[in-house]
Every structure is written in C-alpha cells, then in structure tokens.
C-alpha cells in the first residue's frame, strides 16, 4: 500500500524558512517523480514544484521560484521541501504526490503551514 | 501561469449525469494530452479520478469519464451518487515544464 506522511508544518513568522518533509513507502521511491502541491484556506489547489526520480531536475512554480527548494533523499525514501523568505500568501496544507508533471497517483494527507506574526 | 477555468460550482439528482469542463490554451490542455482530474474531500488526500484526459486508474467506478475538444478538458459522472460529492480539480501540463490546476468544482448532489 503507498502511503505519503508530510511532517514538519508549523508557525513560522514572515521571513521565516520552515523545512517540510515527506516519508515514502509501498513502491519503489527511487524510480518515482515526486511533487509538492498546496491548498490555501478557501482556495483550491496549486502546484509548487516537482522534482525528477533521481533528483537531477527540478521545476517551481512562479510564486515559489527563488525561495522553495525540492531535493530528496532516496536512500531514505523521503522528499523534502526547504522554504524561505516566508510570506502570509504562503499559508497552505502542503501535500506531498507521488508523480511528476504529469499526473499524482497518490498524495499524502498534508501538513499546515501558517505564516503570521 | 493562470489557473485552468472551471465552474465554481455543478450540481445535480441522484442517477443524473453531471459535466465538468476545464478550460486552458493551446499552451496546456490544447497541447498535450496530459489533463488529471482529482476528487477532493476537504481535510482529505485528493484522489485521481481520471489521467492522460480519458484514462481509469484501477478501482475508479466507470462512472466517471474524462474527453478532450481542443482547450477544453471535461469530466463526466454518470449515475450521480450521494458520495460523488466533493470538490474536483483538473490539471495539465504546460509549455513551461509546468503544472497548472483549474479553480476547482464544488458537486452537490441534490
């Protein structure tokens, strides 16, 4: 069974960097595309970032580029995504997905990141 | 990148057949033939209804069917149950090595 558990959502202050992770398991982590999607409150959902199975290429959204950051551990089976220079508009549920650009075939049950001083 | 256009909102009976569209350019939906669509239950895991615009993934009811007219994707439940109730999301690929969703579509069943 593929399962996707996104840890590391909290309270950061704006400006702030907050670190989310992703642990994989029920496929093979290493042969697989992996993306970050989130959800604001009341809004529907946007992609943030994909990166590739062996971790050599990666995409960003506009409203991220320059200050999130996708990388992955395969020897671990976890996906990571490193935030910075955090904004109130940067308030989400963060879901991890299984799949690239294409399509998600799995996602997680998310993480709540609030950025509020 | 703007967002895919969908309605904001669909309903329909019970056994009642239901439409969604999703409206993009040439530069997504019009030139690939990577359009998804997901179930969402709020506070739940989206779930993938439909991929590569027409195609089941395993254990999807065939009630739901997915089409493609050049930059309008749809989403088609037939028989409409009480659980089909949800929020629904397209998505495509873009020119861009991008990935764009659509607004989003609240079903009521009625």
């Known amino acids: 069974e593929v399962q996707l558990l996104e840890s590391g959502g909290g309270l950061v202050q704006p400006g702030g960097s907050l670190r989310l992770s992703c642990a994989a398991s029920?496929?093979?982590?290493?042969?697989?595309?992996m993306s970050w999607v989130r959800q604001a409150p009341g809004k529907g959902l946007e992609w943030v970032s994909t990166?590739?199975?062996?971790?050599?290429?990666?995409s960003y959204a506009d409203s991220v580029k320059g200050r999130f950051t996708i990388f992955r551990d395969n020897s671990k089976n976890t996906l990571h995504l490193q935030m910075n220079s955090l904004r109130a508009e940067d308030t989400a549920v963060y879901y991890c997905?299984?799949?690239?650009?294409?399509?998600?075939?799995?996602w997680g049950q998310g993480t709540l990141v609030t950025v509020s001083s | 990148q703007s967002a895919l256009t969908q309605p904001a909102s669909v309903s329909g009976s019970p056994g009642q057949s239901i439409t969604i569209s999703c409206t993009g350019t040439?530069?997504?939906?019009?030139?690939?033939?990577?359009v998804s669509w997901y179930q969402h239950y709020p506070g739940k895991a989206p779930k993938l209804m439909i991929f590569?615009?027409?195609n089941r993934p395993s254990g999807v009811s065939n009630r739901f069917s997915g089409s493609k007219s050049g930059n309008t994707a749809s989403l088609t439940i037939s028989g409409l149950q009480a659980d089909d109730e949800a929020d629904y999301y397209c998505?495509?690929?873009?020119?861009?090595?991008?990935?764009?969703f659509g607004g989003g579509t609240k079903v009521t069943v009625l």
């Open positions: 997905a299984k799949g690239g650009l294409w399509v998600s075939d799995y």
């Open positions: 029920g496929f093979t982590f290493s042969s697989s595309a």
């Open positions: 990166i590739t199975a062996g971790g050599g290429d990666t």
């Open positions: 040439s530069s997504d939906i019009g030139g690939y033939n990577y």
């Open positions: 590569d615009v027409s």
């Open positions: 998505t495509s690929y873009t020119s861009r090595n991008t990935r764009v």
